[in-house]
């Protein structure tokens, strides 16, 4: 059997779903025997590759290279999964929202904060400029999968991989799978 | 004042009216005021005592005779006309034309501003409700006494047993003219075998068990029946008021009247001041031994108190929101005493279904709707204004006939009835009859009377947002399903509007009217959908032109 | 007082003739999600959440505010019911800001609790993402319209129970909100006790103790019954 072609991808969030899928601990080298990680931020692939069987993706659509790579993703890969909160919800990258749009925010952290030569960093190329409203990934792409939780537990994570490389269809019920937050 | 009195008042006043050799009918409905009508009828005044004929004509101001498009309306009566033939009628009178229409008395018309009185507008109507209107003056409880006024009371507390005024109005086959149709004579029948708690949170100063509500919280944009209707007769409420207490065993009656008509709020309290003077209100009414009195409620601008429910919690002087029902009003209603709540039109019915019987009533209209039905015509129809015309004739007739047909070079599209709980009906249901059933067949309803007209310009989707925009405002955010369904759909329907939404968000919006109709806990959030539901069952490719075909919405 | 024969979901049942459809089915051991009803306080049928149908009558019904009836049928696990219900949270959770990662009920709070019951993994629809206040001006609690979800539990557990009326709900639709007094800020109001029977009667994170972090808003809700079982009953029981 080939390996499951996976990535997993951060974007308007704080790499704590991350983390806690590195929290899989042992169960990561069986997995890796089952999967081959295509794109992540913990591996060195700079472009979302071709064909990918499951996405992953961490946080909510924040900025304009968020939102041009989620076409992407969503064009090149079969069952896309919204990981944790930010993504299903827009949770905490989303507070923004109401505070009344980006240079609300930016103004706060950069202007008024900052004594020292105040600055909204905007340089083209470098720093993705923020799009005005926070959207959770399904608000832009159509989504196969949502995995709750801020951030999911390895617990629930390794029970959703385990049905996916099983080839199985995951179902999302009850506590253990649903709770937010 | 007793029978005997009431005899004399009318004597009186018939004897009065017939000194004099013309009538000028001035109309001071709030359309008409608004246009100076009321200084039309001073200069008219000032006019005809100048050229010394104020004992010859006389000026009366009457409430809404109809057509508010040429407004304001000056009608000039002969004594000696005979009856079948119509006043003469002059239209867009400025105050500065007194002059000429009082030198014309008793000549010939000044035919320069005449308005033609044969147009179907006139001749296709069947007045019950509206008969005064535009004849009598409101503040005066003797023009009512003397068309007859008050014999309907007098029969049914002198004459009948409360049971026989409720199998009359059974017989009659009245339906309430609020919107949902449900049979008047039922809910009467409901609240008179009702018992009173013997415990009631009825303050102390209310002697009262049981309550008559007449619902005058007429909230519907375009819609002005009843408030023409409080504003040119009010004594015929007050009337088919006292009557229905007096069918259903209740001694107090409350008008609930938006605060956005001070016109008809004036006019109903000076009614009651007089029909209290007159003892046709308060301790045994006509010295029958029925005591009756009636208080003014004024709404504050909130939609949902045209609701029964939210009405009475209003009334109670709390927050205007529905509660569940059961139980009804009828059995649990205003301060937990059974309650009769009828609407304006319906109460104003009453008395001619009493005076002149059931039998008659029920020969008027189709097999399930008797009677007739008063709408407020307007949008995109030449004579916009308020109609009365008998149940079962068609939309055709109407918006053609009597309406007049559309401005020039416009094309009939669709013509929505029942307000934003009512839908949009095409051209190819114009012939069908009004009444209860077709238009609920047709996924409209009757609704108060509320008819806009629409032509071929009228964007369908506009119409179902700006309806849904209305309800969004007006939900009174108890429930959730009316409180949070009509923000999204509304939302949908924006994001429709400005053509940035895809199938799925249609089908979304599809699904959302069939959850906020079904579960939202009063009739505010339970017919908020129909706009959507009709424009999209008759104009769905309006809705689906708009979409964004690629399947993916950018943002 | 006489008892009703009943069926819910084809289970026969026998009720008080003047329990509520809810009271028989939790008797009964069926569970239905609610949301604005509290035992103790009269109930208001906001929520829609325990819609259910009965044989005969067209419109769906609240549990909550439904009397029993000799004979009725009741079915509270339908397919229909079961998407409606749905669709009310998700409804609830596009409303307002409701952020369970950083809110002091979470792992608490009754709205979380419903979106488990009904099987939400996500909201179909756009969140609204109003901006509202938060009122810390209370010396021991705060309230975070963020989080509230308009169920009027405190409006009534202070009215009815507590017997201030501090609360009440101002304005209109999705801009409806509730208020302290006459609109003034909670720690401005003269009629609130300080009792705190809001706290213990908000279901989600809205009205809390101040100085309490994510998490720690535990809500014991016996105290409530206990009150008004002790007051309309005199019976002085846990």
């Known amino acids: ?181 | 004042m007793t029978p005997e009195e009431l005899d004399r008042t009318q004597e009186r006043e018939l004897a009065d009216d017939a000194k004099y050799e013309h009538q000028v009918h001035v109309c001071v409905g709030t359309a008409c005021v608004a246009l100076g009508s009321a200084t039309v009828a001073k200069n008219l005044e000032a006019e005809i005592k100048a050229s010394g004929r104020d004992g010859k004509v006389k000026v009366r101001c009457v409430g809404c005779p109809g057509l508010c498009a040429l407004g304001p309306l000056v009608e000039v009566e002969a004594k000696d006309k005979p009856e079948d033939e119509p006043a003469t009628l002059y239209q867009y009178v400025k105050p500065e034309d007194a002059r000429e229409i009082a030198e014309s008395i008793g000549g010939a018309p000044a035919s320069r501003l005449q308005a033609d009185t044969r147009q179907p507008f006139f001749t296709r109507q069947t007045k019950i409700v509206l008969e005064n209107c535009g004849r009598i003056d409101p503040e005066r409880i003797e023009d009512y006494i003397a068309a007859g006024g008050y014999r309907a009371l007098e029969k049914a507390l002198f004459e009948m047993q409360p049971q026989e005024v409720i199998d009359e109005i059974s017989k009659s086959g009245l339906r309430g003219r609020g919107g949902a149709g449900f049979p008047t004579g039922l809910k009467w029948a409901t609240v008179a075998k009702s018992n009173s708690p013997a415990v009631t949170r009825v303050p102390d100063d209310i002697l009262a068990r049981k309550f008559v509500i007449c619902n005058g919280d007429e909230g519907d944009p375009g819609a002005f029946m009843d408030r023409s209707t409080m504003e040119g007769d009010p004594f015929r409420i007050i009337e088919g008021m006292v009557v229905a207490g007096y069918a259903v065993g209740a001694g107090k009656g409350y008008v609930y009247v938006r605060a956005e008509y001070p016109l008809a709020v004036k006019r109903l309290r000076s009614a009651i001041r007089q029909a209290q003077r007159s003892g046709m209100l308060g301790a045994t009414i006509m010295g029958s031994g029925f005591n009756f009195d009636i208080d003014v409620r004024l709404g504050a601008g909130a939609f949902v108190c045209g609701e029964e429910t939210s009405l009475i919690a209003s009334i109670e002087g709390g927050r205007g929101t529905p509660r569940p029902r059961p139980p009804f009003p009828a059995e649990s209603g205003l301060w937990g005493c059974p309650t009769l709540i009828n609407n304006v039109e319906t109460l104003a019915n009453i008395a001619p279904i009493i005076s002149r019987g059931a039998a008659w009533f029920a020969g008027i209209g189709t097999e399930k709707s008797k009677g007739t039905k008063v709408f407020a015509l307007t949008g995109q129809v030449n004579n916009t204004g308020l109609i009365e015309v008998p149940m079962g004739i068609s939309l055709r007739e109407i918006v053609f006939d009597i309406g007049g047909g559309l401005p020039e070079g416009r094309n009939f599209k669709a013509v929505q009835t029942g307000g934003p709980s009512g839908g949009c009906i095409p051209a190819q249901y114009l012939d069908m009859k009004v009444d209860y059933e077709s238009l609920a067949q047709v996924g409209s309803i009757m609704g108060s009377g509320g008819m806009i007209v629409m032509d071929d310009q009228t964007d369908m989707v506009e119409i179902a947002r700006f309806f849904m925009e209305f309800c969004m405002e007006e939900s009174c955010g108890k429930c959730v399903p009316c409180r949070v369904g009509t923000a999204q759909m509304h939302g949908l329907l924006t994001r429709i509007s400005e053509g940035k939404a895809t199938q799925a968000h249609l089908d979304t919006l599809t699904e959302l009217c069939d959850m906020v109709r079904r579960t939202s806990l009063c009739g505010l959030g339970q017919s908020a959908p129909n706009p959507v539901l009709s424009t999209l069952r008759y104009f769905k490719s309006e809705y689906e032109d708009k979409l964004v075909k690629d399947g993916q919405n950018e943002r | 007082m006489s008892a009703k024969t009943l069926t819910i979901n084809g289970k026969p049942i026998s009720a008080r003739e003047d329990e509520t459809i809810l009271e028989a089915a939790r008797d009964a051991g069926i569970v239905m999600p609610t949301l604005c009803h509290l035992d103790g306080l009269t109930d208001i049928g906001a929520c829609r959440l325990c819609l259910v149908e009965v044989t005969g009558i067209s419109k769906l019904l609240p549990a909550c505010a439904t009397r029993v009836a000799e004979g009725m049928e009741v079915r509270t696990d339908t397919e229909q019911l079961r998407k409606y219900r749905r669709m009310t949270v998700e409804l609830l959770f596009s409303e307002r800001n409701h952020v369970c990662a950083g809110c002091v009920a979470n792992s608490h709070c009754e709205l979380q609790d419903v979106g488990i019951a009904v099987g939400m993994d996500h909201v179909r629809y756009d969140y609204l993402f109003p901006k509202l206040e938060v009122d810390l001006t209370h010396p021991q609690f705060g309230m975070d319209q963020n989080r509230c979800i308009l169920c009027a539990r405190c409006v009534r557990v202070c009215d009815e129970i507590e017997g201030a009326h501090t609360w009440d709900i101002f304005g209109r639709g999705v801009k409806a909100h509730v208020i302290t007094d006459l609109n003034q800020p909670w720690g401005e109001s003269l009629s609130c006790t300080s009792c705190g029977k809001c706290v213990m009667a908000c279901p989600t994170g809205a009205i809390f103790k101040l100085g309490s972090t994510v998490e720690e808003s535990v809500k014991d809700r016996s105290k409530l019954a206990f009150l008004k079982n002790a007051r309309d009953k005199k019976q002085w029981v846990m």
């Open chain 1, 1 to 181: 059997m080939s390996k499951l072609r996976f990535a997993t991808v951060w974007m308007g969030g704080c790499s704590g779903c991350h983390m806690s899928f590195l929290d899989l601990d042992e169960w990561l080298i069986p997995l890796a025997d089952l999967i081959e990680v295509v794109y992540s931020p913990i591996v060195d692939i700079k472009v979302f590759p071709e064909n990918v069987d499951v996405t992953l993706v961490e946080g909510a659509i924040a900025n304009r290279d968020n939102l041009e790579l989620i076409h992407v993703i969503r064009r090149n890969t079969k069952v896309l999964a919204s990981f944790g909160d930010c993504a299903v919800t827009s949770n905490v990258t989303g507070m923004r929202n109401p505070l009344g749009g980006p240079e609300v925010v930016l103004d706060r952290a950069y202007r008024d904060a900052q004594l020292l030569r105040p600055q909204i960093p905007d340089d083209e190329g470098i720093v993705p400029p923020l799009i005005q409203r926070v959207a959770p990934v399904h608000a832009i792409v159509p989504v196969d999968l949502f995995i709750p939780g801020c951030p999911p537990s390895a617990k629930r994570i390794r029970a959703v991989l385990e049905q996916i490389v099983a080839g199985k269809h995951v179902e999302m019920i009850g506590r253990e799978m649903l709770k937010f937050g």
